[in-house]
Structures are given as C-alpha cells and as structure tokens.
Nanobody, 117 residues
C-alpha cells in the first residue's frame, strides 16, 4: 500500500502564488504522478501530469501558470501555481498510478486552495 499526503494549500489573493507538495510513503520511481482538482459543484479534473521521464502535460486553463515537477529521491511531486485566479479555487488531490493496468490509482486526502479577495 502507498499513502499520498498533500500540503501547501491555503487562502491567497488573485495573482499570488502557492506551491503544493505531495509526499509518498514509498518510492515513486517509474510512477506516473498527477495533480487533480475538484471545485464545489464541479467534477474532478486533471490539472497536471508528469511521466517517469519528467514530461509534463497540463490542463489548458493552467498552461503557462502551473508547473509540475518530481523529486524521486524525496518521494514527492510539487505543483507551482502562479498568477492564481478565483476559478482555481478547489481541493487539489495528488494521484499516482502505482498499478498500471488497474483503474484503482492511489489518491491523497486533498488540500484546499482558495483564491479570493
């Protein structure tokens, strides 16, 4: 079993930045890792994904503002969020595909990001 724990969320004003961190209880080497988010009343959506080799893909709405990275030695991924907008308000979840071929990914508990004046 693997546990994922997110941290770094909080309340910020539009235009400010936050860094989210997801720490895994075991190695993430060879594991595709992702950040998802879910806003109130909306469906969960993929925000960013990083492959084993470090290739990243982003939701169109966050391209150029958000940056995902991984540090396998520290068993963590990060999400640098810049120029935050009110529509970025959501619970952000860490995801890891530790069992390829299975639909059951590992999920973190989530961390709240609120962007408001």
């Amino acid at each position: 079993q693997v546990q994922l724990v997110e941290s770094g969320g909080g309340l910020v004003q539009p235009g400010e930045s936050l860094r989210l961190t997801c720490k895994a209880s075991r190695s993430i080497v060879g594991v595709v890792m992702s950040w998802y988010r879910q806003a109130p009343g909306k469906q969960r959506e993929l925000v960013a994904r990083i492959t084993r080799s470090g290739q990243a893909d982003y939701l169109d709405a966050v391209k150029g503002r958000f940056f995902i990275d991984r540090d396998n030695a520290y068993r963590q991924i990060t999400l640098d969020m810049n120029n935050l907008k009110p529509e970025d308000t959501a619970v952000y979840y860490c995801n890891g595909d530790f069992m390829p071929g299975s639909a059951a990914d590992a999920w973190g508990q989530g961390t709240q990001v609120t962007v408001s004046t």
